[in-house]
């Protein structure tokens, strides 16, 4: 038998080849099964592995209470995990609470802001500019014929019959939404009541499940999950700590911004917008683009320019530093932090800007631990 490059083939070369295409398959079927077995299974343990996560963060603060305070580890496990629980719920309780009484603040000035922005709209419709245009427009459209007049009105209406449908269609699906979160809630309850009760029980005995998990599987297998394990952990803190770092630089440009252009409530306002930045795809523009619409029918021209500046200014700061701070902090490389996030955008929307970056860590864990490397020599040779 002569192969591509016109070599002869023995029959030991043969069977060598065919072994290793039988070993790729068999890479591929272990590598889809696994992929499925994870979609299944995942639905039903997903509190556990949300335990999981919990336990191995809080492991090392738990073992250090343990060692220098000689607290029994189920007391150090009880601490943490009620520390963790009292900053969580405070910082969720703090954004309520400002986003409550911000919310009953603008719906005490919503009629006010609703009239004086109707009697802004009404003098910018009354302005001689857009009423010698509209005049111009109706004249020529008097002179068109019967045929242009009957395709101008049925674009028209079926214009303003598209905005209303999207508009019918965003407020349907926000209104679902709520509805959805709060028919969620006693799930969600419940979900964290069991993954926190499985996070203290891993906890509490986290050496001995280490264990016996190293006396399941062999050696050099458990020194390649202890690697993966080192390698999220480590990405899970670097995460983190990127988007504390890019909401506190948003928040600090907005801040000096707002306070260069003489703006009331600067700080708040800028520490809100830090906050309201953690949403993926929207951002600071649910701040900025609302308020400068408003500024422009109010006639607020100056103000208009230098928020619409500031706003320019964050985006592009943003865009440009993120994908450096998300790779220092989290270890990967910049071009590839930017290639994952773009790309997880196109493929699953706005979660793909956590998808994307996600996998990428996982992907790099992988590589670290030489799980790929691995499995080529498995392919190629039959070893691991």
């Not at 068999?26 to 590598?31: A, E, K, T």
């Not at 409550?100 to 419709?125: A, C, D, H, M, W």
């Not at 800007?353 to 670290?368: D, E, F, Q, R, T």
Request: proline letters at 3%; charged letters at 10%; one cysteine or more.
């Amino acid at each position: 038998m002569i192969d591509q490059e016109g070599t002869t083939l023995t029959p030991e070369t043969w069977l060598t080849r065919l072994f290793q295409g039988i070993r790729f398959l068999w890479v591929i079927l272990c590598i889809v099964a696994l992929y499925f077995a994870v979609i299944k299974i995942t639905p039903l343990i997903y509190p556990f592995i949300i335990s999981l996560i919990i336990a191995i963060i809080v492991n090392r603060p738990v073992t250090n209470l343990t060692e220098r305070l000689r607290f029994p580890r189920w007391l150090s496990v009880t601490v943490v995990l009620l520390l963790l629980l009292l900053i969580v719920t405070g910082v969720i309780t703090l954004v309520i609470n400002t986003t409550v009484n911000e919310i009953g603040n603008l719906v005490k000035l919503l009629p006010r802001l609703s009239i004086e922005f109707t009697g802004y709209i009404q003098n910018f419709l009354a302005h001689d500019f857009i009423a010698n245009l509209y005049h111009r427009f109706q004249f020529f459209y008097t002179q068109l014929d019967i045929n242009s007049q009957t395709t101008i009105d049925s674009n028209v209406k079926e214009a303003l019959h598209t905005i209303s449908n999207s508009f019918q269609t965003i407020i349907v699906g926000a209104l679902s939404g709520i509805n959805a979160f709060l028919l969620s809630l006693p799930s969600l309850g419940t979900v964290f009541v069991i993954s926190l009760l499985g996070a203290f029980f891993l906890s509490k005995d986290f050496y001995l499940w280490k264990s016996r998990m190293h006396k399941i599987l062999p050696t050099g297998v458990n020194h390649r999950m202890d690697q993966i394990v080192l390698d999220l952990r480590s990405a899970l803190v670097g995460f983190l700590k990127a988007q504390l770092t890019l909401i506190s630089i948003t928040a600090a440009i907005v801040i000096i911004g707002l306070l260069l252009l003489r703006v009331e409530y600067a700080i708040t306002i800028g520490l809100l917008t830090g906050l309201v930045d953690l949403l993926p795809y929207l951002g600071t523009g649910t701040v900025f683009v609302p308020w400068i619409i408003f500024l422009f029918f109010k006639g607020q021209y100056g103000l208009v320019v230098g928020l619409s500046v500031l706003y320019g200014i964050v985006v592009i700061f943003r865009q440009i530093i993120e994908p450096k701070i998300v790779a220092e902090n989290v270890g990967l490389d910049p071009l590839l932090t930017l290639v994952a996030l773009f790309a997880g955008l196109e493929l699953f929307g706005v979660l793909g800007l956590i998808i994307g970056p996600v996998s990428l860590v996982i992907i790099n864990a992988l590589v670290k631990a030489k799980i790929f490397e691995d499995l080529w020599m498995y392919i190629v040779k039959g070893k691991l």
